[in-house]
């Protein structure tokens, strides 16, 4: 694999970054901006949401948009003409909420101490609990199961997901020794890539835990995604991390930076 490549610079903290029409969008958490980059590196700032930190995206399979507003426990949706309106609240179910996946059949998974499932229509329902700082997740193809990246737990936790979205069999996918897994993506091999701010470093796995590749950079990668014509090219979102209370401040030392993968994107997101 070659060394990574600097695609955009001058951030604050790029996070929960999609591969969606061609494009890369991601949050800028600290700006309230969604942005969208093409692979040329050429960006816009997509819509802005109402909200601080955490806030992420996916998209329903009609295209809408779902924003994860973490603070108010809200998933807001992106409507035709660009406006936002409440999809669903969550605040009954918990008081912040991180992470966003839509599977295939529209079901929005959203993750903080619990997952919450929450059905194409707005309703909301808890579906797995004891999550330690659940950050990003995946669904693996067919809808079969859930991957749920859990910061403070050093692991990757997997569900099986039922007809009806509901989880069961929990199991460690992959313990993480030392590691602490952010935002994740599945590749055809079925392996997982996830960034880890700590160590500086976005690393691919195989379930049960043997690692297969490790990129090290010289900042916190906080989440990536495989995306481009071919699926193969690795985005990784990284900034250095001075705390949470220098989360908000004017250092703009976030970058998008691409590497070629071995094994193309597969599964949600």
Known sequence: MTAPQVLLAGLAFGESPRWHQGRLWFANWGTQEIIAADPGGASEVVTRVPTTIPYSIDWLPDGRMLVVSGQEALILRREPDGTLVTHADLTGL?????????????????????VVLVSPDGRARQVADGISFGNGMAVTPGNSALIVAESHGNRLTSFDIAADGRLSGRRVWADLPGGYPDGI?????????????????????????????????????????????????????????????????????????????????????
């Not at 008081?95 to 101490?113: P, T």
């Not at 297969?212 to 995306?227: E, P, S, V, Y």
């Not at 193309?264 to 997101?269: C, D, Q, R, S």
């Open 94 to 114: 918990g008081s912040v909420f991180n992470e966003i996946v839509v599977d295939g059949r529209g079901n929005a998974y959203v993750n903080g101490e619990i």
């Open 185 to 269: 993506c599945l590749d055809a091999d079925h392996a997982v890539w996830y960034g880890d701010v700590p160590n500086k470093r976005c690393v691919r796995v195989r379930e049960g835990g043997a690692v297969l590749q490790t990129i090290g950079l010289d900042r916190g990668c906080f989440a990536c995604m495989l995306g481009g014509a071919d699926g193969r090219t690795l985005f990784m979102l990284a900034a250095e991390w001075r705390g949470m209370d220098h989360m908000t401040s004017e250092a703009r030392t976030g970058q998008v930076l691409t590497a070629r993968a071995p094994a193309p994107h597969i599964g949600w997101p």
